[in-house]
């Protein structure tokens, strides 16, 4: 799941961003609001997490700027604010959420994961394809054993699930994968799909190639 995360405060933005890449998501960071609402303009995210207190644009305004447009993506406040007259702006003017700092990276995680089932409908109860199942905490079993993946292979594979029996575009992969800042190329996506789809060996679910479509996560039996 690709994330943009918008913080003006480097040293709390860079552990954040480690921290939530090593949990599975890729993510985007913008030190500011105004250079956050151009970039909201052009590229695709799933969620943004936004600080209140921003230069050039604060995250209030930014937040207007975001349903103004009519993007319903979450969006998740990020505030050291503690007054309640800060935190009922936000609700009103459409953020699904706000976290107070300090906060635990595990409440963070959490939130995050909750925001994202309820915007993409997902039910709380576990995914199952075959012999694949896909746990909301973020991890996948095969065979009723725990599937051992990076966090770039449990994005493909989170990705194909998400979109089972249907075709996933090379640059789909890439978008939720990879993050502006990485050095990579549509064409690395091969590397992970192909490492995903030896993991998958022995089951009756394998990522198939269509020539000219992507790939399509498909069960046999």
Known sequence: MRLLLVEDTAELACWLQKALTSAGFAVDWMADGLAADHLLQTEHYELVLLDISLPRLSGLDLLGRIRKRGQTLPVLLLTARNELTDRVRGLNQGADDYLS????????????????RRSQGQVQEAQTFGELVFHNEGYFELQQKPLALTPRESSVLKTLMQRRGRPVSRQQLYEQIFTLADDASPESIELYVHRVRKKLSGSNVSIITLRGLGYSLERHG
């Open 101 to 116: 700092k300090p906060f635990e990276l595990e409440e963070l995680e959490a939130r995050i994961r909750a925001l994202l």
